[in-house]
């Protein structure tokens, strides 16, 4: 079992920054690969950035250049610096860990005003 707690969400302007973050514990050794997923009512969660054991990264093209993913591992912590902020990036982040199966966080809201 894995459990992921997210934090550091929240309302920000158009053009700043958010740093979000995700501590997981539990089975952690058998982590390969840890991401942050968003999702808006009504539409599909969607992937925003994952990072591999590793240390390999992918960004959604729409987050490219603006975003970056990055670990902790002494501190089992996974964060999503958040730059450039748009409106559009409103939405629930949500952290994910794959160890043999799938496990999620419980969200964090992002908020960006115009």
């Known amino acids: 079992q894995v459990q992921l707690v997210e934090s550091g969400g929240g309302l920000v302007q158009a053009g700043g920054s958010l740093r979000l973050s995700c501590a997981a514990s539990g089975s952690i050794f058998s982590i390969n690969v840890m991401g942050w997923y968003r999702q808006v009512p009504g539409k599909q969660r969607e992937l925003v950035a994952r990072?591999?054991?590793?240390?390999?990264?992918n960004y959604a093209d729409s987050v490219k250049g603006r975003f970056t993913i990055s670990r902790d591992n002494a501190k089992n912590t996974v964060y999503l610096q958040m730059n450039s902020l748009k409106p559009e990036d409103t939405a629930v982040y949500y952290c994910n860990a794959m160890s043999g199966r799938l496990y999620w966080g419980q969200g964090t809201q992002v908020t960006v005003s115009s």
């Open positions: 990072i591999f054991s590793s240390g390999n990264t």
